[in-house]
């Protein structure tokens, strides 16, 4: 699996941005494909995911109300909108696809930065 993120960049709090992760490789395993973030000096963490037939979401507390994850299939692509940022979103974004009940990560993920 090959996964590129990009999108990211310097935002001030309160703007938004969309962030786009281009999937290959995807199995008959792949369960979902989702979104972490690792912000600096903390362990990388849950997001956002959103399961195959994109009939399903889910999101951490975080950023409920404030992110949306979509995906293209026929593009083999996957977003995250991000409104209202505040600089404690700011972070390297990852995307990962689900296989089984494994997430696995691929590529240098994208730098989201919120200055207040």
């Known amino acids: 699996v090959q996964l590129q993120a990009s999108g990211g960049g310097l935002v001030q709090a309160g703007g938004s941005l969309r962030l786009t992760c281009v999937v290959s490789?995807?199995?008959?395993?792949?369960?979902?494909m989702g979104w972490f973030r690792q912000a600096p000096g903390k362990e990388r963490v849950f997001v956002a995911y959103?399961?195959?037939?994109?009939?399903?979401?889910s999101y951490s507390d975080s950023v409920k109300g404030r992110f949306t994850v979509s995906r293209d299939k026929a593009k083999n692509t996957v977003y995250l909108q991000m409104n209202s940022l505040n600089p404690e979103d700011t972070a390297v974004y990852y995307c990962?696809?689900?296989?089984?009940?494994?997430?696995?990560?691929g590529g240098q993920g994208t730098l989201v930065t919120v200055s207040s």
């Open positions: 990962s696809v689900k296989c089984g009940s494994t997430w696995i990560f």
């Open positions: 959103i399961n195959l037939t994109a009939t399903r979401t």
């Open positions: 490789g995807v199995t008959g395993s792949t369960r979902a």
